[in-house]
């Protein structure tokens, strides 16, 4: 998908994978052991919840190609980061082997369609069509003589 059909952050299916990844992680940590709460259930839902945000963040900034990639790199970044936390939790027991399977499934899946608007960037980035640009225009001038 191009930002030709996706008016929004929204509309991105690796965004929606995103939220469905953090909502799963949501709903299985809240079995987590109490002593959980402000370590491993706290992280695990940090970076889970961070894939989804920093890829709106990158369509916020999709105007400038660098920072477009440099926030999916982030997103990309979040979603190795929460595959670590669901190691830690089927390590400790806390989630069944089926449970991180199907999470690491969906968070790989979303590290290939990152990793795939990332080689496709020019796709996603430039002024947006339709935007009115100011003509180039000399602001400055070496005529300051009246004489």
């Known amino acids: 998908m191009t930002n030709s059909y996706a008016r929004s952050f929204k509309d991105l299916r ?14 299985l940590t809240k079995t987590f052991p109490k002593e959980e709460t402000y370590s ?15 890829i709106a963040e990158a369509w916020g900034k999709r105007r400038y190609e660098k920072h477009f990639m440099s926030k999916l790199t982030d997103a990309d970044a979040e979603q190795l980061e929460t595959q670590h936390w669901v190691s830690e939790a089927l390590d400790c ?9 199907r999470l690491n499934a969906g968070l790989e899946e979303i590290g290939r369609m990152l990793n795939s608007m990332m080689a496709k960037s020019d796709a996603f980035c430039g002024s ?3 935007v009115l640009h100011e003509d180039v225009t000399e602001y400055y001038t070496d005529a300051l003589d009246d004489d």
């Not at 491993?40 to 945000?53: E, K, M, N, W, Y």
């Open 40 to 54: 491993l259930t706290d992280q695990i839902r940090r970076a889970a919840r961070s894939v989804g945000a920093q």
């Open 93 to 101: 027991g806390y989630l069944t082997a089926a449970d991180a399977t």
């Open 128 to 130: 947006p069509a339709g």
């Open 14 to 27: 690796v965004y929606q994978k995103a939220r469905e990844v953090s909502g799963a992680v949501f709903a």
